[in-house]
């Protein structure tokens, strides 16, 4: 794959590409050495725009690979069995003085959540077994965000239909700093629909189908000669909108979120370094699943003081 130019991985650093174009490159980062050292002096670039502009606060450097490699151990010392990847994105630059050196690898490098163990959900091992959530988030005073203090699991049976399409939304996690709620996409008869994408008039640069079978999503080409592409993905909603956004009173908090599982079932997590003011809403704003274009929105008010 060719390599991302400096404006992709900026981008990536501010969490403005698609949860699919974040997966994309965090995955292109873990085996490009070129991009990882261009991505690491963003990341020194950044850090001393923050310093200007928060003269009064104080940071270390970020080493990134550091702070990978001490998560990594972290990990490699549970039993890791699946390697579902998940990212955090939405945690702009305003919020980076915020983060520690082990939280800031956390937010740009993959992660690798525990598979289930007996009876446990899938959905409950993505919130219990989650160490990027549940013990990665430091605080300025060293303090670890507990993503998991004061929770409830609430079994939830909201349907949002178009175009014989569903997107259920099964289960909710409320806790104090954390959100967690879990979809699927369903056909007609409550099966999960396949995964396909209408690539018709672009110019594909990869189909991400693997043996017949679509394993990835497809990337185009934006402009072949200057090498731009973007990726299709499965959940699509209006510019500037993400698929699942949690607000409070009218406004879009900016939180770190974080997908995990498939494309047709997964669990999305909103998580921040300072409890949640209860009640806030959940937005859901789809205008395409694959390649069904239609609508798909809704509102549901979370509130575990209810």
């Known amino acids: 794959m060719k390599c991302y130019d400096s404006g992709i991985l900026q981008s990536y650093i501010d969490g403005e590409l698609s949860l699919e174009m974040m997966k994309k490159v965090s995955k292109h980062l873990d085996s490009c050495k070129v991009c ?17 502009r928060n003269q009064d606060i104080q940071r270390e450097t970020i080493d990134v690979e550091k702070a990978w490699n001490r998560l990594e151990d972290n990990l490699n010392n549970q039993n890791i069995i699946s390697k ?3 990212v955090f994105i939405n945690m702009n630059k305003r919020n980076l003085k915020k983060i520690t050196t082990v939280t800031m ?9 525990m598979a289930a163990k007996g009876v446990q959900s899938l959905f409950s091992t993505y919130v219990l077994e989650d160490s990027i959530v549940n013990e990665t988030l430091v605080r300025e005073d060293g303090t670890v965000v507990d993503g998991t203090k004061n929770g409830q699991f609430q079994t939830l049976d909201k349907k ?18 954390r959100v967690s709620i879990n979809y699927r996409i369903e056909d007609k008869d409550g099966n999960r629909i396949p995964v396909e994408y209408d690539t018709k008039g672009l110019d594909l640069k990869y189909d991400g189908i693997k043996d017949g079978k679509q394993v990835d999503d497809p990337e185009y080409y934006l402009d072949k000669k200057e090498g731009t ?16 956004e949690l607000f409070k009173d009218g406004n879009k908090l ?46 549901i008010e979370i509130n575990p003081n209810k």
């Open 36 to 52: 990882q050292s261009e991505f690491n002096k963003l990341l020194e670039i950044n850090e001393w725009e923050i310093e200007l």
């Open 84 to 86: 579902i990847r998940g």
């Open 105 to 113: 690898a956390a937010l740009m490098i993959m992660a690798l959540p």
């Open 160 to 177: 949002i239909i178009d175009k014989d399409i569903t997107i259920h939304l099964t289960d909710l996690y409320v806790s104090e700093s």
């Open 229 to 244: 592409f973007s990726t299709l993905t499965f959940l699509q909603s209006e510019e500037g909108r993400s698929p699942f």
């Open 254 to 299: 900016e939180i770190g979120i974080r997908e995990l599982g498939e494309k047709t079932e997964g669990t999305v997590t909103f998580v921040g370094f300072n409890p949640l003011e209860y009640p806030v809403n959940l937005d859901i704003n789809v205008n395409r699943i694959g390649k069904v274009v239609g609508s798909w929105k809704g509102q």
